[in-house]
Each structure stands twice: as C-alpha cells, then as structure tokens.
C-alpha cells in the first residue's frame, strides 16, 4: 500500500517533490498516512470535507509519483467528539480494521491540521509503489 505524504510550507516549494531527501530539507511539518490507493485518499478527504485535487505527475522522482495540492482548502480541526465519529465513519466506509496505528495515523494527521492550516502551502505526495 502506498504512503501518501501530508506536508505544509511556508511558500510554495516544488523542491520538496523530487525526493524524500529533500523533503526533510525543506519541510519540518509533514507525515505520511499508508492508504491502499487514491480512491481511499479521496475517501478520506471527503470525510474531512475536502475534493481530491487533481494530481500532477512527477518525473522523474526516485520518491514521489505526483502531488495533490490542496493549498486553497483547510483541513477541520475536530474536537474528540467529533474526531471519534470521524473515525467511527471512516472506518465503516473503508473496511479498515480499529488498530492503534490506524487510529494514531489518523489522530496525528488531523493534530497537525490547525498548524498546516497556518501555511501558504499544503501538499500531499503519492510516494512510488
């Protein structure tokens, strides 16, 4: 299953795309979610309220096969009511079992989203297979 990398900067920073070395070089706000593909991605937005944006391919990448571009929305900030019923919901829609690294994955992501939400930019990368 690919990974998915959640990232926010600054300002816009394509740099980041060609390679996991130069993410961490230029991102110290990111974390990778394990889906089992974009249409479990797009069902994740969906349930944080946000469109899939269409993805732009990467060539060449040793890392990342394309990036997402969600810099004009915001993710939710949820309390823990409202993450738990997110949750509660994902899991059903996706078939996905309850574990502490599914839950964690999740719960870390939405954590960040007040933080991200602050930067110019938000991306998320479709590490390659």
Request: net charge negative.
């Amino acid at each position: 299953m690919p990974a998915y990398v959640f990232l926010s900067f600054e300002w816009p920073c394509a740099l980041a795309a060609t390679s996991i070395d130069a993410l961490l070089g230029a991102s110290p706000e990111f974390f990778a979610v394990v889906l089992a593909g974009d249409e479990e991605l797009e069902l994740l937005l969906g349930l944080l309220g946000l469109t899939l944006p269409s993805p732009v391919l990467l060539s060449p990448s040793a890392d990342f096969s394309a990036i997402f571009d969600y810099s004009a929305d915001l993710l939710p900030v949820f309390t823990q009511e409202e993450f738990d019923a997110f949750y509660s919901e994902w899991l059903r829609l996706s078939k996905r079992e309850s574990t502490m690294d599914e839950y964690g994955q999740l719960l870390f992501l939405q954590g960040h989203g007040k933080c991200w939400n602050s930067k110019a930019s938000r991306f998320i990368l479709r590490e390659n297979a």
